[in-house]
């Protein structure tokens, strides 16, 4: 299922060539130009450039030689800048300790200079950051944050915004009317006009359906994502096409419809394909590869996942290696590999821990008990073996609980 996370922007396969264009005019003026700070502000905009089509290492480069140049100019506003610029090429590696450290250089900079603006988005990029690593109550706090002071500032189209990333947030936690209101409220923001053209407005039909969904309310959910679905075909948007759908694609998996269901999640991987989006391709393999979990296709599931596991590889995104890796095992554990599937539990859960995701690392502690306690089972186990599994199950089922009540705790406060 695809969130549309409105503070993340999204690629088109039209746009590349623009912004190569735009990246060769940038380098051209830098050139030519003096070491001053409107030179950290161009290398400021080719980071972000980089950033958009994916080449994180350039990206970071040109943000680190910013932040070198502002503080040799002391240049608080370029310092501020490149912070940030890191912090979200951080993000799209999903190495949210890294990003949360250089938005927090950010966030002092801009404190000390007193940049409402500044401030204001640098508490709804920690929000975003939390959100990866599951952290919900430091998500929604830094979101409430960022929305108190858009108010403020009166500045309406931010606070649409917002408003429609804690509706994410609150989806995830379960609060689905919490989540629908907040949906409702970034809609509310938006004129008649807006919604015509706004990417905003779809995002949120979407949303509102991704919500009915997780409430099982399958033909609600259907309504709004097909309502998307039109608005994405009246604008000709294809990114937003192939999203709606995968979400389409996922109700019909739910409801049990499995022909419709792969109907339409191959045309959104076909959509895909034809604009080069890899981490769409992915989720597409990914959304296949349940389908055909659900149909008991397991050779074939594992052909899906494993696809998209090299894809999330290649692209470097650690977080959805690690969810590959989850799905990996489940599939290995059914046809019993279970040497695989340790493997791959032990892979998801080391990816878990080392990008600071709270939620996938206790998926993993989960996954890693239920298969020593099956292990432990088997037969043509020695005792001595049967008792290491579940020792070893024990122990992880332990990490699972502990996880679990301090999650609940925390959802409390």
Request: with cysteine.
């Amino acid at each position: 299922m695809i969130r549309v996370c409105v503070f993340i922007l999204m690629l088109y396969a039209s746009g590349c060539i623009a912004q190569n264009k735009a990246i060769d005019s940038l380098i051209n003026i830098l050139n030519s130009g003096k070491q001053d700070t409107v030179r950290v502000l161009r290398l400021c905009s080719l980071c972000s450039e980089y950033r958009s089509i994916g080449q994180y290492d350039n990206a970071l480069a040109h943000a680190k030689q910013a932040y070198q140049l502002s503080g040799q100019l002391k240049f608080n506003h370029g310092l501020a800048r490149s912070s940030s610029n890191m912090a979200n090429v951080y993000y799209k590696q999903a190495n949210y300790p890294l990003a949360l450290k250089s938005h927090f250089e950010a966030l002092k900079i801009r404190q000390e200079t007193n940049d409402k603006w500044g401030m204001a988005e640098t508490y709804h990029n920690l929000g975003a950051v939390y959100e990866k690593m599951s952290d919900y109550p430091k998500a929604l706090e830094s979101y409430s944050t960022s929305l108190d002071m858009h108010l403020k500032l009166g500045d309406q189209d931010n606070i649409t915004k917002t408003y429609s990333s804690m509706g994410i947030v609150y989806e995830k936690q379960g609060k689905y009317n919490k989540a629908l209101e907040c949906f409702s409220l970034s809609i509310a923001g938006l004129s008649e006009k807006e919604r015509e053209n706004s990417s905003l407005y779809s995002a949120d039909l979407m949303n509102i359906g991704n919500t009915y969904i997780q409430q099982g309310n399958y033909e609600e959910a259907l309504k709004y994502e097909q309502s998307s679905l039109e608005m994405e075909r009246k604008k000709g948007n294809k990114q937003g096409i192939a999203d709606a759908y995968s979400n389409i694609g996922v109700i019909y998996e739910k409801q049990g419809k499995y022909s419709n269901a792969k109907k339409n999640h191959n045309n959104s991987l076909d959509i895909k394909k034809d604009l080069g989006d890899k981490q769409g391709i992915a989720s597409s393999y990914n959304n296949l590869a349940i389908l055909e979990k659900k149909k008991g296709d397991y050779p074939e599931a594992l052909k899906m996942q494993f696809a998209a596991l090299a894809i999330y590889q290649e692209i470097g995104d650690k977080e959805n290696i690690a969810i590959s890796n989850c799905n990996l095992g489940l599939l290995q554990a059914i046809l019993k590999k279970f040497k695989d599937a340790e493997r791959c539990f032990d892979k998801a859960l080391k990816l878990s821990l080392e990008i600071g995701s709270k939620s996938l690392v206790t998926i993993s502690y989960r996954n890693l008990a239920s298969l020593y306690n099956e292990m432990s089972t088997l037969k043509g186990v020695s005792l001595k073996e049967s008792n290491s599994y579940q020792l070893k199950a024990l122990e992880f089922f332990k990490q699972y609980t502990a996880d679990m009540e301090a999650i609940n705790k925390r959802e409390e406060e």
